[in-house]
């Protein structure tokens, strides 16, 4: 049985969703079942990204609850919730954001959700357009700035977004959901862009899309909660098996073909993903986390719980635990036996001679730590 081997075996790579809002409001109550759902139904890896910069930190946060399966994406979408409706996005929007995304970059898989949304509800400003493609055009510099790849929104716009990508020299490109002609997309396919097809391809008339563009330019997306099988039911990464079966009928392939090529084609364009299934030897209990961190990890049998992205982690010898709280603190830990107790983010801690216990006051984590014949509860 496919889906037993797909469990038991834990090289087997399962499949990928390249385009997920998982921060999105509608997994507040059951994100954990969500989630254990996935990894149940054969999902290896899930990018997330936001809309805007109040998804930002909700991004951060389940990235990093969830890091065994879930990579996040930071962007700033085209279309803005506004007061009352949608909106087009401005320059202020990405003026605030861009900060941000820098801010982030070493733990991020990606730069998304960005783009162009040419919908007439959306564009109501004759300047809206051209505001929204030069915020895709300060998102691409910056993706090419760190080397990260794209992730690509083109509602009502297929025709003027790969010809903006291609004007602003983008790489590694994710177009997700194109509901654009069948032609124009072959011409993304001629700059190496990729081609995310989401669940409700069994309710969109892309058929012709699925045949002309080539498998090794495919990849397997949810939107969740968007663009599910039932137009108005939540959609979650447990339907990537819709997208990849859509793909098999129509390209007369394997289920099991779909699922290997589009995986190791997101691989490919998010190579941050990699670090998802990377092992390591017996007895340690390594929780990597993202890139950016330097963890220089020394015997088995140590136990490290990273936090966040811009923290650096020297950690010694064998016998240390180290608990570690919020982005931004520096520990350089030194010998065996030291307990640290992190708190709050900017903080720095330096630690000198074995034996020493480093404490703070003012913890936002309450933690209970036991170290060497030490018993600390705060
Ligand atoms: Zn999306």
Redesign the pocket.
Known sequence: MEEEELCNDSHELGYIDC?C?LADDMFDKDLEEVVANSKKDGVSAIVV?PIGLEDFSKVLDISLKYRDILSPCLGVHPVQRGTEDQRSVTLADIEAALPEIEKHVDILCGIG?IGLDFQPRVCKNPSDKDVQKEVLRLQVEMAKKFDLPINV?SRSAGRPTIAALKEFGARNVVM?AFDGRPAVAMEGVREGFYFSIPPSIVRNDQEKLVKQVPIDNMLLET?SP?LGPEKGVRNNPSNLHISCEYIAKVKNMDTSEVRRITSSNALKLFPKLTKLFSGNAAGETLFSGYAGETFLSGNAGETLFSGNAGETFLIGNAGETLFIGNAGETFLSGNAGETFLSGNAGETFNSSNAGETFLRVELLFVTIFLSINTHVAV
Request: without cysteine.
């Open positions: 385009h809002h990204v959700e929104h997700h939107d968007g």
